[in-house]
């Protein structure tokens, strides 16, 4: 079976993030194995998969990373970081601090 690899990027204005949870950007694609987020705010925020949960902390001027990939056995695709079809959601961290500048912006990699 041929496997191809697939690229998103998600992207979000800091006048776009709030105290409630709000989608952050399509839901993905397909699953994912590889995740990059850029917060360039000055607040830290959460993300989440189900607008519950807070999942992921980004801090403000800072990065997270995920690469289930690497860890992976090669024969074995069926482990991922998230699901075909996940609607990501992304609030600030802190309900009284709002965002003055920066965007904060999501790279996955997933195979379909």
């Known amino acids: 079976m041929s496997r191809k690899a697939t ?3 998600k992207e979000i204005s800091n006048t776009n993030i709030t105290a409630n949870y709000t989608n952050f ?5 397909s699953p994912i194995f590889t995740m990059v987020m850029i917060n360039t705010t000055d607040i830290e925020v959460y993300i989440s998969e189900d607008g519950v949960v807070d999942k992921f902390r980004v801090p403000a001027g800072g990065t997270l990373s995920f690469d289930v990939a690497s860890i992976l056995d090669n024969a074995d695709d069926t482990v991922y970081l998230l699901a075909n079809k996940t609607q ?3 609030k600030q961290q802190n309900s009284i601090a709002t965002a003055t500048f920066g965007d904060v912006y999501a790279n996955v990699v997933g195979v379909s």
């Open 7 to 9: 690229t998103e990027l």
């Open 88 to 90: 990501l959601q992304i």
């Open 25 to 29: 950007g399509a839901p993905i694609v």
